[in-house]
């Protein structure tokens, strides 16, 4: 399975935009990057995906390096709600049945009042 | 909107018993996924399942063993049970957009 590589923690103020990074160096090209988050005591959720076109939704947006090596989840106005576990992960594209999810080392998200 | 239903919400059991883990998942998903998540640990996927099919297999132990079933359901057998099996289990199931996580299963063995 592809690698990726977030930071362990990051830190925001309340209502401020955040930008979380992932590095997917070796990702293939079939491979979807997905992003789900964990709050505590709670499973997993799931925030967005994406294949090579940024990506919106409700929740947050996917920014997609062009040569797919790197991507950004942007919280566009964090809440307190916001704090939570992010997960990258790199897999099918969601939906299918070869989508396992392997999760890695994610990033701590603080968010404070 | 309907979510993941997993029953029971906490198991307490003895070593070498045997535990059932059960997951309704949401209508109209076709696939079920299982995870592990140990203590102050991150998840790690176990077994999933699509159209009633074993899709897919990680880092279960000979002891597990699940299926799904003709209503879409699935179950999670735990037999001999160690106390390293204490954890969380998650099941899931896809749809559009991505895998939907149920509250999990807190299974703690004694």
């Known amino acids: 399975d592809a690698k990726t590589t977030q930071p362990n923690s990051m830190e925001s103020n309340e209502e401020e935009p955040v930008h979380l990074p992932c590095n997917h160096s070796t990702i293939s090209g079939t491979d979807y990057i997905h992003w789900y988050r964990q709050l505590p005591s709670q499973g997993p959720e799931y925030v967005i995906h994406g294949l090579t076109s940024n990506v919106n939704n409700r929740m947050a947006s996917l920014a997609i390096a062009e040569d797919r090596k790197s991507s950004t989840l942007i919280l566009h106005r964090a809440t307190l709600r916001d704090a939570a576990v992010y997960y990258c992960?790199?897999?099918?594209?969601?939906?299918?049945?070869?989508?396992?999810?392997?999760f890695g080392q994610g990033t701590i998200l603080t968010v404070h009042p | 909107a309907a979510g993941v239903i997993q029953s029971p919400r906490h198991l307490i059991k003895e070593k070498r018993e045997t535990a059932t883990l059960k997951c309704y998942p949401i209508?109209?998903?076709?696939?079920v996924y299982w995870y592990q998540q140990g203590p102050g640990q991150d998840p790690q996927f176990l077994i999933s399942?699509?159209?009633?099919?074993?899709?897919d297999k990680g880092s279960i132990p000979d002891r597990f063993s699940a299926q799904q079933f003709s209503d879409y359901h699935s179950e999670l057998n735990m037999s001999s049970l160690e106390l390293g099996d204490s954890a969380l289990y998650f099941c899931a199931s896809s749809g559009e957009g991505g895998q939907y996580f149920g509250p999990g299963t807190r299974l703690t063995v004694l």
């Open positions: 992960i790199l897999s099918g594209p969601g939906g299918t049945s070869y989508g396992k999810l392997t």
């Open positions: 209508p109209r998903h076709d696939t």
């Open positions: 399942f699509y159209e009633k099919m074993q899709s």
